[in-house]
């Protein structure tokens, strides 16, 4: 069983990403500019956020291979909302960035295999806090998505618009 490719763990991943892609792609550029509070980002960097971790976490901490075929190449010093408020994302970069992204996320969910999650991945050189497993790493993305999901469906819900519908 080691051998075993940990996507049944994440059978459900493909389908939130896709829920999110839906969402995205039918909003507006004022629903993106939606903020659920003033201290809080406005939907589109929340969104890209999302994506920018997934390469951050996946390609940089990682090392796996993909960050070159996203906006995102620069992802730990350069992400929508954490360090970039000023290059609003459009519904359809965003589009293109959902499925990017996945594209790293797929890729993982096929490569790694079950005795791969207890490996230790480390980056003294960013911190004594460094060190992860790639078991962590994984779970931390899966949540970090449904996470700003739901962040986004508070948004949504607020305005009276549909929002990702994570369950159907």
Same mark, same amino acid.
């Given at each position: 069983?080691?051998?075993?490719?940990?996507?049944?763990?994440? %059978? !459900?991943w493909? /389908?939130?990403?896709q829920r999110l892609?839906?969402? @995205?792609?039918?909003?507006?550029?004022?629903?993106?500019a939606?903020?659920?509070?003033?201290?809080? #980002?406005?939907? #589109?960097? !929340?969104?890209?956020h999302t994506?920018?971790?997934r *390469?951050?976490l996946l390609c940089?901490?990682?090392?796996?291979p %993909?960050?070159d075929?996203?906006r995102?190449?620069?992802?730990a010093?350069d992400?929508?909302?954490?360090?970039?408020?000023?290059h @609003?994302l459009?519904?359809g970069?965003?589009v =293109?960035?959902i499925?990017? !992204?996945?594209?790293? @996320?797929?890729?993982?969910?096929d490569r790694? !295999?079950?005795?791969?999650?207890? $490996? =230790?991945i480390s /980056?003294? $050189?960013? %911190?004594e806090?460094r060190t /992860?497993?790639? &078991?962590?790493?994984?779970?931390? *993305?899966?949540?970090?998505d449904?996470?700003?999901c739901?962040?986004?469906? =508070?948004t949504? &819900?607020?305005? %009276?618009l549909?929002?990702?519908d994570? #369950? =159907?």
């Open positions: 069983m080691t051998g075993a490719s940990i996507r049944p763990a994440f %059978g !459900t493909p /389908h939130y990403n892609r839906e969402t @995205v792609e039918r909003m507006t550029d004022e629903q993106l939606m903020q659920p509070s003033s201290d809080r #980002w406005p939907a #589109w960097a !929340t969104i890209g994506l920018c971790q *390469v951050f940089d901490f990682a090392g796996e %993909g960050a075929t996203t995102f190449t620069n992802a010093f992400c929508p909302g954490d360090d970039d408020l000023e @609003v459009s519904a970069d965003l =293109e960035q499925d990017a !992204t996945f594209r790293i @996320v797929d890729g993982c969910l790694w !295999t079950i005795h791969m999650l207890d $490996e =230790e /980056h003294p $050189e960013w %911190g806090d /992860h497993t790639r &078991g962590w790493i994984i779970q931390r *993305v899966f949540s970090h449904v996470y700003h739901a962040e986004l469906n =508070e949504l &819900g607020a305005a %009276g549909p929002q990702i994570l #369950w =159907e």
